[in-house]
């Protein structure tokens, strides 16, 4: 369940963050980029619990009409919500990495003859190819960790699937679901705390 909400969660955000890092970096100019930068760094700090709330209420109700999938709340859902959280912080971090690129390289390249597309293509990205990069993978541990959105959009079913309109329960949200309820030093409790030695895990390798 974690994995089905998380990896396409990422995959979305990695091509929307990207894209806006660039843009923000390479393309944007003047008053577009300062109205642009700010509005993208907004979306960091919505509540999570207002994002899981819109999924549940407005994009659940939506994605049913459209696409009419098994279960009203799936893991797909749970995904788009994590991506409102990853795409700021990957266009962040790949603006950054790409502005840390010295204007001579770019200057190189027009004066070979690259266009704007083939510079920022051929030359820009593979020079900032280790901080994009880590752009990703935190926002892959972002999105793993992220309970309140899954909790409340992926449907809290404890499915073993890989189909991703259905519903899933993740291991952030299964210790947030139950930790309030289970018997102290029970089998369960024990249980728990270990999901909470492999979170800590993952994040830790990823970072």
Known sequence: GTLLTSIPATIISTI????????????????????????????AGIPTVVLGFFMLVVGATFFQDL?????????????LGLSF????IIASLTEDALRSIPNEVRM?????????????KRVILPASISGVSASVILGFGRAIGETMIVLMAAGNAANLTSNIFRSVRTMTATIAAEMGEVSHQSDHYFALFFIGIILFTITFILN
């Open 16 to 43: 929307f963050g990207i894209g806006a890092g660039i843009y923000l970096a390479e393309i944007a100019k003047g008053k577009t980029k300062e109205i642009l930068k700010p509005v993208i760094e907004l979306f």
């Open 85 to 88: 959280v990853i795409i700021p």
């Open 67 to 79: 696409l009419d999938p098994p279960n009203r709340l799936n893991a797909f859902l749970a995904a």
């Open 108 to 120: 190189a390249s027009y004066g070979l003859g690259a266009t704007k597309w083939q510079t920022i």
